[in-house]
């Protein structure tokens, strides 16, 4: 589970990444995990191969994990749900709690059992704050929606990707290494992935600190995903959402088209269109990034992206006639200094040119206009598909 915080101070961001790899622990790639991007490609990361003081609720949003409780506490448990700030304090020496509306922990920089040659700059960070979600993934005035269609919340589509939030603020402090910052209403992103395994090339860019547009967010993502967990079964998809004034705008492949020139770091360009609007989004980099560790198949958590939050982001989106001619003047024109953009997987041995193919029948049905929510609620827990 990512969150982004956007302190908007010469473009210093955070990204708190908590993680948990075969929580069943029926194999050598168990663990978990919590890492942290800071400031001027700073990075720091705490993993254990110890699973079982992981936790999560498995319909609502609640997780965490206590590396070391305090000896202080006594003989009582760590943590195995969401607590007050005080008790996580009191019984925590390191770990972290998050949920929709609140992240605490306190870690160190140990990573031992983790894959790859990644070593923490930072030795330690505490961190505490308040999340108000804005806008989740969808009308500001609807219900959440699936962000990639109502399959995606079943075991269909590897990875499950889900946008918690697109847009929301933060308000609380972070000491990270020494240094404290404190923030009030701060720009904030959350997303989750789950399931049985991961894209095996991604790329993705956000945005909602765009100049002179305060109510407005942006989230593209393209990547090539296992289908059924069938071996050698994938597609290429992307989407690009945006969120504009309370309305939101998706344009996907199951209802449009959607294709992207991405290179190997630096820059990119994605192009989409539905039935009623056309957008295009570019995006360059000049930072060289921040290398951090995401799953794997065969090695767990380890070295396969690279973020920067230095991306240079336009957003341009325009009105399609009702004989599918575009109108000349874009009604949405964006710019942010300050956009995430990423890249992940691979082989990226060039600029990677995609259109988004979805096969049938699932592009069919992912069309449906079927709520996962109620019919998830009218089943036995025991029946519902985790991660709901």
């Known amino acids: 589970m990512p969150c982004e ?4 101070e010469d473009g210093e961001s955070f990204a708190f990444i908590y993680s948990i790899e075969n929580p069943k622990g029926t194999s050598l790639r168990r663990g978990v995990g919590a890492q942290i991007m800071g400031p001027g490609d700073s990075y720091l990361l705490q993993y254990s191969r110890n699973i079982e003081r992981f936790w999560a609720t498995p319909y609502s949003l609640a ?6 409780a305090r000896q202080e506490s006594g003989l009582a448990p760590p943590p195995r749900q969401l607590v007050t700030k005080e008790a996580f304090s009191r019984d925590v020496k390191e770990g972290f709690q998050a949920s929709s509306t609140w ?49 995606a919340s079943l075991p269909v589509f590897e990875p499950h990707w889900q946008v918690l939030m697109a847009k929301g603020t933060a308000t609380g402090s972070i000491d990270w290494g020494g240094k404290r910052y404190d923030f009030k209403d701060a720009l904030a992103y959350a997303e989750k992935n789950w399931g049985a395994g991961f894209p095996k090339k991604w790329w993705w860019i956000v945005s909602s600190s765009f100049e002179n547009e305060p109510d407005a967010s942006l989230t593209a993502v393209g990547a090539r995903r296992g289908i059924l967990q069938l071996p050698g079964v994938e597609e290429d998809v992307g989407m690009i959402g945006i969120h504009w004034h309370g309305q939101f705008i998706e344009m996907v492949p199951w209802n449009g088209e959607v294709q992207w020139d991405v290179e190997p770091w630096g820059s990119w360009r994605v192009w989409a269109r539905n ?4 957008g295009l989004v570019e995006a360059t980099c000049d930072s060289p990034g921040t290398p951090l560790r995401a799953p794997t198949a065969d090695r767990g958590l380890d070295v396969y992206c690279r973020d920067s939050f230095f991306g240079k982001v336009r957003v341009r989106v325009w009105r399609r006639d009702a004989n599918g001619s575009r109108q000349p003047q874009a009604f949405i024109d964006l ?30 049905l992912v069309s449906l206009p079927v709520d996962v929510d109620w019919l998830a609620s009218s089943l036995p827990s025991q029946l519902r598909p985790p991660g709901l």
Do not use: C, N
Not at 108 to 126: F, K, N, W
Not at 339 to 345: I, K, Q, Y
Not at 349 to 364: G, V
């Open 5 to 8: 915080i956007d302190l908007g």
């Open 63 to 68: 997780l965490g994990a206590t590396f070391r």
């Open 103 to 151: 992240h605490q922990g306190h870690i160190i920089a140990e990573g031992a059992g983790a894959s790859g040659d990644l070593p923490s700059t930072v030795q330690s960070a505490d961190w505490a704050f308040r999340i108000d979600p804005q806008d989740g993934w969808g009308p500001r005035s609807g219900k959440q929606a699936a962000t990639a269609g109502w399959l």
């Open 275 to 278: 039935e009623d609007y056309e």
């Open 335 to 364: 710019t942010s200094k300050q956009g995430a953009v990423e890249v992940g997987g691979g082989p990226w041995w060039s600029t990677w040119s995609a259109q988004a193919k979805m096969q049938e029948p699932l592009k069919s």
